[in-house]
């Protein structure tokens, strides 16, 4: 797997080679080597690639009661990733076990959180839905540093690029809607640091999709 990682840097420094790295946060291949588990706000996920540190918080609004990130293993063949979990039991399994996306709970509207040790301006994501296979052509929402909410769409295999306009250090997401069409996870996020200048390779990763997908069965073949 860390040769796949190195490979779409050196892919991405030919598309624009005098940028500062991106950094890339491949939470399948996280599943896949500690296995699956929640993460209480208490002690929350964290993951540093490229010098750049993602922390990941969970909550469910009305309200903005704690909840857990949830890394979500195997089902239909395919790792799930980063989801959100409302209750965990005592060995961090989500309960039920269903509740393991990004979803609307009931009357609760779960919402990821991301914190980043340095300001960025964009990310491109890979998400993934209810069942595992790509988020295809489908919305979710987010916000900027606690702004409002705006909307994303993903591509035919479930990748995006959100270029923020401005630096952020954090950025929610959440459904875009009620129905297991609009659950989640997100399997892997790239993200530049500022300037903002090098966010312009963000087609390059894009272009890198394909490749990424299909080194991807590897690891649950």
Known sequence: MKLRLSGIVCACSLVLPAVVNAALFDFQDWINTNGEQGF??????SLTDSGLTLTA????QP?????????????????GGMGVCTTLDG??????????????DGTSQEILS??????????????????????????FEYRINGGGWLTGTTNATGFVSLDFGVSANNID????????????????????????????FSSGLLGLAGMVTRRKKRLVG
């Not at 914190?115 to 209810?130: K, P, R, V």
């Open 91 to 104: 060995s961090k399994q989500c309960v039920p076990s269903s509740d393991d996306n990004v979803s609307i």
């Open 40 to 45: 209480n706000n208490a002690a929350p996920f």
């Open 114 to 139: 991301w914190d980043f040790s340095a300001n960025i301006n964009g990310i491109t994501l890979e998400m993934g839905n209810s069942q595992h296979p790509a988020f295809a052509s489908s919305n």
């Open 173 to 200: 997401f959440r459904t875009a809607g009620a129905n297991i069409t609009d659950q989640f996870y997100i399997r892997n996020a790239a993200i530049v640091p500022v300037p903002a200048a090098v966010w312009l």
């Open 57 to 60: 918080t969970a909550f469910d």
């Open 63 to 79: 309200g903005m009661v704690v909840s857990h990130v949830y890394m979500d293993g195997l089902f239909n063949g395919i790792i």
